[in-house]
């Protein structure tokens, strides 16, 4: 670089890893809200990008379930949810309706651009277009995140299953499940944990409605990843 600010790190194995680069306008992520709940509120911020990191619960691990996105609630307070079937088969609820909220292990990661800065002092760095491409005051939590894999687009399929569909059998490992949404019992996308295996799988349906007799009866569709599935640690 002619001009500018560069930060590198080094990896155990040698390889050098760009922290920042005023130069090539690269953009750092925190870590701006971590904890357990079946929803957390992201409303008052607006990121070029945000990252929603989930993991089954300490409570959950012993149980068969679900974790999906509410639809509509990605941008407010987000509500994570699983299928919940009794509703709909014994209490008459609408096929739309049969969910109950999921309590999960979440982790939001957020572009520096949509976070607020935190007092007068610090460092902060501008990428060429002159956009903040990092500054100490908007890390908000002494947390950090790290990437550790990352499941291309395409790559498994939409089954549920534990081998086609696979996406890991560690339930320490954060998974991010923005593309992930709950529409009705038979139009979803989103994790599938199951207890006796500890195994997370993909899941996307589409049209898997109860009532073959029904008019809007559809046959039901699976769909391949969509887009890509990021793995990580919480440090």
């Given at each position: 670089?002619?001009?500018?600010?560069?930060?590198?790190?080094?990896?155990?194995?040698?390889?050098?890893?760009?922290?920042?680069?005023?130069?090539?306008?690269?953009?750092?992520?925190?870590?701006?809200?971590?904890?357990?709940?079946?929803?957390?509120?992201?409303?008052?911020?607006?990121?070029?990008?945000?990252?929603?990191?989930?993991?089954?619960?300490?409570?959950?691990?012993?149980?068969?379930?679900?974790?999906?996105?509410?639809?509509?609630?990605?941008?407010?307070?987000?509500?994570?949810?699983?299928?919940?079937?009794?509703?709909?088969?014994?209490?008459?609820?609408?096929?739309?309706?049969?969910?109950?909220?999921?309590?999960?292990?979440?982790?939001?990661?957020?572009?520096?651009?949509?976070?607020?800065?935190?007092?007068?002092?610090?460092?902060?760095t501008l990428s060429a277009g002159n956009e903040v491409s990092f500054d100490s005051r908007r890390i908000k939590l002494n947390t950090s995140f790290d990437i550790t894999s990352v499941i291309p687009s395409g790559s498994i399929g939409g089954?549920?299953?534990?081998?086609?569909?696979?996406?890991?059998?560690?339930?320490?490992?954060?998974?991010?499940?923005?593309?992930?949404?709950?529409?009705?019992?038979?139009?979803?996308?989103?994790?599938?944990?199951?207890?006796?295996?500890?195994?997370?799988?993909?899941?996307?349906?589409?049209?898997?409605?109860?009532?073959?007799?029904?008019?809007?009866?559809?046959?039901?569709?699976?769909?391949?990843?969509?887009?890509?599935?990021?793995?990580?640690?919480?440090?």
């Amino acid at each position: 670089m002619a001009y500018g600010l560069q930060v590198t790190s080094f990896d155990v194995g040698g390889n050098a890893i760009t922290q920042i680069d005023t130069e090539l306008g690269l953009t750092n992520y925190v870590v701006t809200k971590v904890g357990t709940g079946t929803g957390v509120d992201v409303s008052g911020t607006s990121p070029k990008s945000r990252i929603i990191f989930v993991r089954p619960s300490a409570a959950n691990l012993s149980t068969n379930h679900g974790i999906f996105i509410l639809s509509g609630t990605h941008n407010g307070t987000i509500q994570f949810v699983d299928d919940y079937l009794s509703y709909w088969l014994d209490d008459g609820m609408p096929y739309s309706d049969a969910y109950l909220p999921i309590q999960v292990d979440y982790m939001i990661v957020e572009d520096v651009t949509g976070v607020t800065p935190e007092g007068d002092y610090g460092l902060q760095t501008l990428s060429a277009g002159n956009e903040v491409s990092f500054d100490s005051r908007r890390i908000k939590l002494n947390t950090s995140f790290d990437i550790t894999s990352v499941i291309p687009s395409g790559s498994i399929g939409g089954y549920g299953s534990t081998s086609n569909d696979f996406v890991t059998n560690d339930t320490s490992k954060y998974i991010n499940i923005n593309w992930s949404f709950w529409d009705t019992l038979g139009s979803k996308a989103g994790l599938q944990y199951y207890a006796n295996t500890g195994t997370i799988a993909h899941i996307d349906v589409h049209g898997d409605e109860p009532d073959p007799e029904d008019p809007y009866y559809q046959v039901a569709m699976y769909y391949d990843n969509y887009a890509n599935i990021l793995i990580a640690d919480k440090t």
